[in-house]
């Protein structure tokens, strides 16, 4: 059984001030729901205030990005050594707008993924294809090459998840159907067979992203192999976010 994960990305917002409100009220909120895992990724600015604020409730404070080298002469990069100090336990990497704008390509995921994981934190890796992609049929190819670079170096599974998020249902209102989603869930499983065995795939928790929103993110989470939400735009609202963790139940 795969405890459902459902983690908000805050992207570049909210202060420190407003993420200290809005993670108060999620931990007033949230504090009786069983059988979901929650997670916070807001701005890195916030990231220690906000896990001092979490101290002692089950939501867990992530980190939207990580650089691979754990110190030294890297101006304005931020390893997973230093966020863990801050307080981050999760660390989001290879989001589909860190590759489209920040450079992030298949090997340089894949080298993130493994320096957060091998730092003791829990990684959740980032794959989905563009609308062009997917009209021209490549989206199983390009969800393929992006799991082989992220995962080429990757042994230890316990603390990874991916999320499928298709760039094309980002922040556009523009949802996957159901189905949609499953199809492609249910290759990546597959795909994590190959590489680990099947126990191991069946224990990685899969996560949808894209315009997850209460009224759809029942039935999304509802599918055999979604485990879960990677939430943008509808995290940043208290009771969006819990509406949407509360549509979250164990596979
Ligand atoms: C995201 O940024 O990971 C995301 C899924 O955003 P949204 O929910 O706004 O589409």
Redesign the pocket.
Known sequence: MRTPFVVG?W?LNKTIAEALALVTELKNQLGAVKGVAVGVAPPFTAINSVAKRLEGSAIATCAQDAFWEASGAWTGALSPQVLHDAGATWI?VG???RRQHFGDTNESVGKKACAVINCGLGAIV?VGETLAERDGGRTLAVVDAQLDGALANLDKTESLVI?Y?PVW?????R?ATPAQAQEVHAHIRKQLAARYGADRANAIRIQY?????PSNAAELMGQPDIDG???????LEASDFVAIVKAARPS
């Open positions: 990305n992207k989001i989001h589909s707008e980032c999320a998020e249902a980002i922040g556009t209102g949802t992203g894209g315009s997850v929103k939400a990677l939430v943008g735009g509808a995290s």
